[in-house]
């Protein structure tokens, strides 16, 4: 199997959102704006590692209502817990090894807090939260969200390490969520001196990021919070470690569509934008009780 090159290393950015949650901005890389932000790894928008880190008792960091349209959230937890609810009446619990799918769609209110012990006692919390754009034609659904428990996507143990499949076939077990655009998007972690080598599909841009550890991805050296977008030609990705790595593997297949985008808001044109800030701002994205 011929195995894809490197096309482009991005160093994760430091920063802050919602209320006061820090966490690295994988996606889009610094100083990409414009159409190469959104298009580098089309269909994918937006990626955040948060954590890990440990709540102080009494915090209130998480990320308060705010709203959303045009756009997926997957939102995978590795240690701790938040509570989601919407303005669809949608409401449920992330919890370690388990995700949410979000579908922002024609316009959706929600909030991702820690859940009430976190709040009062502290406690340690990981996750990373990706932005899947949708077609034109789906920009436009009914918005709401789906639980995908741990259960569902089980660890798929390999020589040297396992694998949790989110979406799309990884080891043979298809991952559970179902998204418009297609994607593939799993949760690897390797042993010491140990590798995983697995195919693209065809016409997929696709991407190494690694959350912990170390890395080498075709001769490229990964630190934490970097991000390997492989080139286009070759059949498949093999990344090594030589003493252990958590990290994320995603693959898509390019829309290829015109992208506005203005915060929460990602449409495919300016006028799209201002009638999804004007909505918001007169209350037809719903609200929060």
Sequence with gaps: MKLRDVKTLIHGQPTTDGNKVPLVRLL???????????????????????????????????????????????????????????????????????????????????EEMPVPEHLETGGAIEGVQIWINLPKSEKGSQPGYTDLHAAMMPWQDFEGGHLRALAGEWLGRKGPADTPAKIAYAHVELEARSHFEHTIPEGFQAAVVLLNGDAEVSGQNLDPNDVAVLGEAGEGVRVDSAHGASLMVMAGLPLRESIAHYGPFVMNTSEEIQRAIDDYQSGKLGFLD
Excluded at 29 to 49: K, Y
Excluded at 78 to 103: C, K, V
């Design 28 to 110: 889009p890389g610094a100083g990409m704006r414009g159409s190469e932000a959104f298009h580098l790894m089309d269909p994918f928008l937006l990626m955040d590692h948060f954590g890990p880190m440990v709540l102080k008792p009494g915090t209130d960091a998480g990320f308060p209502p705010h709203p959303h349209r045009g756009f997926q959230t997957l939102t995978y937890m590795i240690q701790g817990a938040f509570r989601h609810r919407d303005s669809t009446g949608g409401h449920g619990l992330l919890e370690p090894g388990g995700a949410q799918l979000m579908n922002a769609g024609s316009g959706i209110v929600h």
